[in-house]
């Protein structure tokens, strides 16, 4: 049990994957009204499935379970609800700002149109944000193994969206398998529409695939980029420029990015002034929270509880709204947090 302390902190969360926040009981329960063949009959015994067991060997295991939550989110209705729910319990961990992210093209396999797919995941977004009053916005990720003309239609279908809530453009999937370059039009076009640009980097490759997503597709923030750590003219470069890495000390372990919390250099970069924030990545999959992840910045890494605070804050400066709305934010958030001291 993450202690409510945690809970409570009002939150800012950067790093989190629509197809690994799903609820593995809305899972359950949509795949088997679908007639989706399940390898258990029960929650219970699906759980070892759709969550991390430990037994894993790298990121294309891990990335294998999200694959399979993806079987029910290939209609609109589902979209929308698994959606509707992920910022329901962002509510209840008291997140005020969640920028959820999501590859469209992994939820076209039923004949959906990505547009179709996006306007869903948006409506949910919505509906969420005015239920649960989390201030809630997209970003779109595109899949290294795709191919670059599909991820570069994928851009100009996402700034069409812009208005409705996507706020930026993602590299994500197999980072050792497919180099960042490949998809540099489909970035550049991104950019020139006005979309912030993040990118998977430095989780399953080495400071040099970190160096491409900050000089080939302009990355404004980096998803991980914990291997930066082996470079220091690569952590220079990141200061200069001043780039977050969104870190997820948890999710690094789950995917073999590093071998064990210990191994983590989540405190070196911190200290080097590296800017961070913190991300839970896939949290059902990783059966975690944000929540717990700050705690574990406390008991694991040495942080105090004032650095947390300052971390979330910190988030807000890095977060892809607009300057007026983020000056609104750190206002309400300064507000809140003068409460923990
Ligand atoms: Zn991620």
Redesign the pocket.
């Known amino acids: 049990m993450v202690s409510q302390l945690f809970v409570k902190l009002p939150k800012i969360s950067l790093?989190n994957?629509l197809e690994?926040a799903i609820r593995p009981e809305t899972f359950f329960s949509i795949a088997r009204q679908k007639g989706i063949n399940l390898p258990a009959d029960t929650l219970e015994d699906l759980l070892p499935y759709i969550q991390v067991t430990g037994e894993e060997q790298n990121l294309v295991d891990f990335l294998a379970k999200i694959d399979r939550v993806t079987d029910i989110t290939q209609t609109e209705d589902v979209l929308a609800r698994v959606v509707e729910e992920i910022v329901e319990d962002a509510a209840k961990q008291n997140i005020r700002y969640l920028e959820l992210?999501g590859g469209p093209l992994v939820h076209v396999r039923e004949g959906l149109r990505p547009e179709q797919v996006l306007e869903a995941i948006l409506w949910g977004l919505k509906v969420g944000e005015q239920k649960y009053g989390v201030k809630a916005r997209f970003i779109v990720c595109a899949l290294r193994s795709d191919a670059p003309e599909d991820n570069l239609n994928l851009a100009k279908i996402a700034a069409e969206y812009k208005k409705q809530g996507v706020v930026g453009f993602d590299l994500?999937g197999d980072e050792a398998g497919y180099p960042a370059k490949l998809h540099q039009q489909a970035f550049r076009l991104a950019k020139e529409k006005g979309l912030k640009i993040t990118v998977?980097a430095g989780?399953a490759a080495g400071p040099e695939s970190v160096r491409s997503a900050i000089m080939d597709l302009g990355a404004e923030r980096i998803?991980?980029g914990i291997r930066s750590i082996e470079d220091p003219s690569l952590i220079k470069l990141i200061i200069e420029r001043d780039i977050a890495l969104?870190v997820?000390p948890t999710?690094n372990v789950h995917t073999r990015a590093v071998s064990s919390l210990e191994k983590h250099p989540i405190k070196k970069l911190y200290e080097l002034g590296v800017p961070i924030v913190i991300?839970d990545?896939?949290p059902q999959i990783s059966n975690i929270s944000l929540s717990g992840e700050l705690k574990l910045l406390t008991e694991r890494f040495g942080f105090s509880f004032r650095q947390v605070c300052d971390l979330q804050l910190q988030a807000v400066k890095y977060c892809f709204l607009p300057e007026e709305e983020k000056e609104d934010l750190l206002a309400k958030m300064e507000k809140e947090l003068s409460a923990f001291d």
Do not use: F, P, Q, V
């Open positions: 790093h994957h690994g992210r994500a998977h989780e998803g991980h969104e997820c999710s991300g990545d896939d």
